[in-house]
């Protein structure tokens, strides 16, 4: 029985990545003082700096930079504030290694910014939603588009979401922002859709969706979870935080089982290794 697979290519900005070949790594890097894993680990640039070439070193294939955290409850920052902690260290990265940067931002100052710095990929947890300034943005740099789907908004998302269907709401959601992204301009081919797991969605919401992975490639558009290190992991496992790999893992691999495309990822080293020898599974099928 042959596995489930996505789309063959992905383009931004005049790249081309072939998904034929193997899935993809996206490294996480946050440059927030209060992301829910990582928090001020990484609001020194230097430090920032030195973990996006250790993720690189591992086989991050994209690095991802954000500048404002969006756990359940955080408080939006300013777009001054947001491109003050991201674009000294996209200047760095830019300069120095030749993976493609992408910028989680919502915002679409701080994505005409970061792409007029260079950025590839906008990864936006609205999803495109209002009246599409930030995917203009992206048409207007050929840049890449991540589309994820939050119910509400990081404020009040985990305020007893409810869903008749989960699936039947994302795959709706996200088919018709990324037809409202292509009418904008955004390249077909440069889309990438996220069921955003963890973003307004109980603990069962997030394994139905895990495990109904492969009916999104019915959008025709590859597909990227973030599953790291995250609320729903702890619960199913009763761990904290930083005792979430093997939960983290488990979701990754049967993602790539089911034809995803890209994982985003604090721990890229051993995702990449686990990503070698599904990757060999799914090539046999
Ligand atoms: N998850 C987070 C942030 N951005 N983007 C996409 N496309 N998919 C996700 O699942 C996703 C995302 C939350 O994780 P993290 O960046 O580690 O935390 P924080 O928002 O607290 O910085």
């Not at 890209?262 to 099928?285: C, Q, S, W, Y």
Request: some cysteine; proline content about 6%.
């Amino acid at each position: 029985m042959a596995l489930p697979t996505g789309p063959k290519r992905f383009r931004c900005r005049g790249r081309l990545l072939d998904l034929t070949e193997r899935s993809r790594v996206v490294g996480i890097l946050n440059l927030t003082p209060d992301s829910f894993s990582d928090g001020g680990r990484f609001s020194d640039p230097e430090a920032a700096v030195d973990q996006a070439r250790r993720m690189v070193e591992e086989g991050a294939d994209i690095l991802e930079l954000g500048g404002e955290s969006t756990r359940p409850g955080a408080v939006a920052v300013t777009a001054d504030e947001e491109l003050r902690r991201v674009v000294p260290v996209l200047r760095r990265l830019r300069s120095e290694l030749a993976v493609p940067l992408a910028v989680d931002t919502y915002k679409p100052e701080v994505a005409r910014a970061v792409l007029d710095e260079g950025a590839e990929i906008i990864n936006d947890v609205y999803g495109a939603r209002g009246e599409g300034h930030l995917a203009i943005e992206v048409a207007r740099a050929g840049a890449g588009l991540v589309i994820m789907h939050m119910k509400g908004t990081p404020r009040d998302m985990q305020v007893d979401p409810f869903y008749e269907d989960v699936v039947v709401e994302v795959l709706a959601f996200l088919q018709d922002r990324a037809a409202f992204s292509e009418r904008v301009g955004v390249d077909p081919e440069s889309i990438i859709l996220d069921p955003g797991l963890g973003f307004g969605k109980r603990l069962e919401d997030n394994l139905v969706l895990l495990g109904r992975l492969s009916e999104f490639h019915r959008l025709g558009k590859p597909v990227m979870i973030g599953p790291s290190r995250k609320s729903f992991v702890g619960k199913v496992l009763d761990l904290p935080v930083g005792e979430r790999w093997e939960g983290t893992a488990a979701c990754v691999g049967a993602a790539i089982l089911q034809g995803v495309a890209f994982v985003r990822v604090h721990e890229v080293g051993p995702t990449v290794r686990l990503n070698r020898m599904l990757d060999a599974i799914r090539k046999a099928h």
